[in-house]
């Protein structure tokens, strides 16, 4: 396995948890072994793509069964930093930040999402059990939880104030679900999610 994910492509990385997706839900059927051929298969990728990602992740495979799927899991958690938990919190707690807090998925990655914030006294409260605080909060809570991840679900016109509430507060890692371009200091991270643009972006032909 690669000594640090500096070395694995960006191409690479982006990939890796749709695979770890994939592999656990093989997992789940009593699988023990599995080769790239068929994992390429099964997700539509190419033979020669898959070979070379998990080449980067883990050691290579047995003779005529593939790679062991636990270890082949554990070494791209590991890589991931899954391994890792880290906290994290949703600024904006409407009907996409409330589908988000009430989601279990994530702790399948390494995440746990704590906690939402808002500034309406009427989203204030809890959802499936995570607590929703006022948004003068959150600086208290980012570093009474050390917080590390944020999701921002709030409207366009807001959401640039929350990004600032957040990297002063000290996250440095920000998914932002608003439709806008977010402005951020060296240092922090943001990923824009655009369900619109994504999926206008399904029409577009796939690459051989």
Same mark, same amino acid.
């Given at each position: 396995m690669a000594e640090s994910e500096n070395l694995i492509p960006k191409a690479t990385l982006a990939r890796l948890p749709a695979y770890l997706r994939y592999l656990k839900e093989e997992a789940g059927k009593? @699988? &023990?072994? #599995? !080769? !790239? %051929?068929s994992i390429a298969q099964d997700m539509k990728l190419s033979a020669i793509s898959v070979r070379k990602d998990l %080449?980067? @992740? !883990? &050691?290579p495979g047995k003779p005529r069964m593939g790679f062991e799927l636990d270890r082949l899991i554990a070494d791209m958690e590991r890589l991931l930093g899954y391994h890792r938990y880290a906290n %994290? #919190? @949703?600024v904006g707690a409407g009907r996409l930040g409330r589908a988000i807090l009430s989601y279990g998925g994530f702790e399948n990655y390494g995440i746990h999402v704590v906690a939402g914030f808002d500034n309406s006294p009427a989203q204030i409260g809890a959802v499936s059990g995570k607590p929703i605080y006022p948004l003068e909060r959150l600086k208290e809570i980012v570093a009474r939880e050390a917080i590390r991840k944020a999701m921002i679900t709030v409207p366009k016109t807001s959401a640039q104030a929350a990004c600032d509430m957040l990297v002063e507060a000290g996250v440095r890692s920000i998914l932002n679900f608003a439709p806008i371009y977010l402005t951020v200091p060296d240092g922090v991270q943001v990923k824009c999610i655009d369900f619109a643009a994504i999926l206008a972006s399904l029409d577009a032909p796939l690459s051989k």
């Amino acid at each position: 396995m690669a000594e640090s994910e500096n070395l694995i492509p960006k191409a690479t990385l982006a990939r890796l948890p749709a695979y770890l997706r994939y592999l656990k839900e093989e997992a789940g059927k009593g @699988v &023990a072994f #599995i !080769s !790239s %051929a068929s994992i390429a298969q099964d997700m539509k990728l190419s033979a020669i793509s898959v070979r070379k990602d998990l %080449a980067l @992740v !883990s &050691a290579p495979g047995k003779p005529r069964m593939g790679f062991e799927l636990d270890r082949l899991i554990a070494d791209m958690e590991r890589l991931l930093g899954y391994h890792r938990y880290a906290n %994290a #919190i @949703v600024v904006g707690a409407g009907r996409l930040g409330r589908a988000i807090l009430s989601y279990g998925g994530f702790e399948n990655y390494g995440i746990h999402v704590v906690a939402g914030f808002d500034n309406s006294p009427a989203q204030i409260g809890a959802v499936s059990g995570k607590p929703i605080y006022p948004l003068e909060r959150l600086k208290e809570i980012v570093a009474r939880e050390a917080i590390r991840k944020a999701m921002i679900t709030v409207p366009k016109t807001s959401a640039q104030a929350a990004c600032d509430m957040l990297v002063e507060a000290g996250v440095r890692s920000i998914l932002n679900f608003a439709p806008i371009y977010l402005t951020v200091p060296d240092g922090v991270q943001v990923k824009c999610i655009d369900f619109a643009a994504i999926l206008a972006s399904l029409d577009a032909p796939l690459s051989k």
